[in-house]
């Protein structure tokens, strides 16, 4: 665990003066978050940093999981896809089910805080189960600007319920849900496991232990194996940039426990790259383990995320902070992180002629893609101020909490 003096040397002294300053009104609050996994996935990966830094300032900030069934998960994630534009079926039992779940976990959850953080939609409906005496937040952390109507307004009939909600970019904000909407972009932490700097040897080791030779071109993907990653047409860009250039494919992303769909993807991937996998140009991996994607961050030649949808898109941060070019689709959050053709690449995501184009241009141009990429990591650490955004410092370059 960090404390908030670590992080001076990345943001300075007045950003920490700052944080501190407006801490002062906050001491002793009781902050409750909860969430639906405490691994795999950005929310979880961020609780583990924001949590403790909240702790460091004088608030009182706790993390809580909801104990969901098989079927649970399974309906959340339709819900996940349906908030995101995709066709659902809501059906009776699946609402049923879905509040359920959320009123057992209420009936042995005490809740006694000063102030409730609900993140995303499985915990949603708790609100209902508990006699209100304090603020309830609702964080939103994927897009919302074109949900499943029928959806949208089940999930309403409880977000109104809240006393304001949270969206990780101005198109997320609804017209049609008076609440008081924030706008709070999402941040890596540069001492975290995934982001630290990290040695030559432990890398080698890494990369050794998991098979990855280094002998070619490298171009990864780091992503859950999620339908809005789009992990079957990566391979299929793949398959065009290999005729061009002799490289090899890394896809790694862990299976969380709120994802059922994660499995069935990854075989669809598997079966599409079969000989690609036996010749050793492709190489999945689901194993959590952050040591090998900071690893595989600062030793690929381009990191892909060919995102259909994407909250934000935190693993752009992620390899732009280690100097790595990254070549991203032009949705959601990506296009805060990426200044096209200065520090990245963007792409609309059904253009794959260019998603090659792109990626073989980084692959064959070695200097530019080293000049990107180092202008990704002053993106992240706020170096140059034709960054900075109408809110001050970049977004990605603020510490958690």
Known sequence: MHSLDEYRAIVGDQALTEIRKQARRLYGLRVLHINSTYYGGGVAEMLYSLVPLMNDVGIEADWRTVRGTPEFFSITKKFHNGIQGEEINL????????MEVNEEFASYCKIDHDCVIIHDPQPLPLIRFYKKKQPWVWRCHVDLSHPNEELWQFLKGYILRYDGVVVSHPQYMKD???????????????????????????????????????DKPIVTQISRFDKWKDPE????????????????LVMCGSMAPDDPEGSQIYESVKERSNNLIESGDVILITTEDNILVNSLQRISDVVVQKSIREGFGLTVTEALWKETPVVASNVGGIPLQIEDSVNGFLVNPTDLDTYVEKIVFLLKNAKKAREMGKKGERKCSGKIPDYETSAGRSPVAEPPG
């Open 91 to 98: 059906s009776d039992i699946k609402q049923r089910l879905y």
């Open 176 to 214: 049609d849900l008076p609440l008081e909407h924030h706008i709070i972009h999402p941040a890596i932490d540069p001492f975290s496991s995934k982001n630290m700097p990290l040695r030559e040897g432990l890398m080698e080791k890494t990369l050794k232990k998991y098979a990855i030779p280094t």
């Open 233 to 248: 047409n990566v391979i299929e860009a793949f398959k065009r940039v290999r005729k061009k250039v002799d490289c090899r």
